[in-house]
């Protein structure tokens, strides 16, 4: 962020709050403009993350924060670890001297920084020894954009502003949302329910190695595109996918020529509208249509 109005950095030791059973906060973070819609960014290194839209005019946060051990980390993260370690040797940063009369301290401060500035929340964790557990109360309105790299799942509900969901290793699911959305997921399913589908901008889910699940209220239009390469199809709805025909031709003097053909099928829902495509690499694909 540029220069902030309001900057909340909260810092939460392990000694004074115990490793065992992780430590909570609760903040509740005014906004700017109360009377003006907000937007959420929340990156974490590893933890979860749970958004609810609320009829309020603040932010409110609980984070559950507790230490990973050495012995939790993955074989890439340790090698990160080691790597660091050597290279500040190697600059002799990490020279011993002597400790006669002196004890260890145990150095597992946690760390978690919100950030406000004009309605514009920001919130993050960039630690790999820690996990965070945020339950994240925010106007209904707001837009939330949120990526998770290790680990947890990432849930929202009632929202309906514009969506940007990025798990690595974990799943995604919404309920009660009209996006637009774009959500991203690596090896778990992604699953939403609609409740109404926005109509200036697409939408888009894709799962490379998990299942994409979606629920439709009746009275929502859209064009839904699908494609699976490995997987399977299963639909609800009333109307038949049908094989995109579309020729698309990519061609340059002097470079290589490319000609698509189609690639995805279509279903127009209660006579189309505004595009929401599914993707997945090698699971399934599930378009359920609420009665």
């Known amino acids: 962020m540029k220069n902030t109005l309001i900057k909340s950095i909260i810092i939460l030791s392990s000694l004074t709050f115990g490793v065992a059973n992780g430590a909570e906060k609760n903040y509740s973070l005014p906004l ?31 984070a559950n924060i507790s230490v990973v051990e ?8 340790k090698k990160i670890t080691a790597k660091i ?3 500040l040797s190697q600059h002799g940063q990490t020279k011993t001297r002597s400790i006669e009369g002196l004890k260890a301290v145990n150095n597992s ?14 919130i993050t964790s960039e ?20 990526e998770v790299y290790q680990g947890g799942d990432i849930h929202v509900e009632d929202i309906q502003g514009s969506l940007e969901l990025e798990s690595y290793q974990g799943g995604i699911t919404a309920s009660n949302v009209s996006g637009p959305l774009v959500a991203e997921t690596y090896t778990q399913d992604i699953v939403i329910n609609f409740s109404d589908f926005d109509k200036a901008s697409p939408t888009s889910l894709t799962s490379y190695t998990g299942n994409v699940d979606i629920s439709l209220a009746k009275s929502i239009k859209a064009n839904v ?9 299963f639909s609800g709805l009333d109307s038949d996918f049908i094989p995109n025909e579309d020729v698309k031709k990519q061609s340059k003097k002097g470079k290589k020529q490319k000609i698509v053909i189609g690639g995805m099928m279509q279903a ?13 690499y090698s699971g ?3 378009i359920r249509k609420e009665k």
């Open 32 to 62: 700017s403009n109360p009377s003006e819609p907000a937007s959420l960014k929340v990156e974490l290194y590893r933890g979860t993350v749970r958004v609810i839209g609320y009829q309020g005019d603040k932010v409110e946060i609980t």
């Open 70 to 77: 050495n012995k939790d980390l993955s074989a890439k993260e």
């Open 85 to 87: 370690a050597k290279k």
């Open 109 to 122: 401060m946690l760390h978690l920084e919100i950030e406000e500035e004009n309605n514009e929340v920001e």
């Open 127 to 146: 630690s790999m020894n820690q996990y965070v557990d945020l339950v994240i109360k925010v106007p209904s309105k707001s837009s939330v954009e949120l």
């Open 225 to 233: 595109n699908v494609q699976t390469y490995q997987g399977k199809i």
């Open 268 to 280: 127009k829902v209660n006579g189309g509208g505004q595009e929401l495509s599914l993707i997945t």
């Open 284 to 286: 399934n694909l599930y």
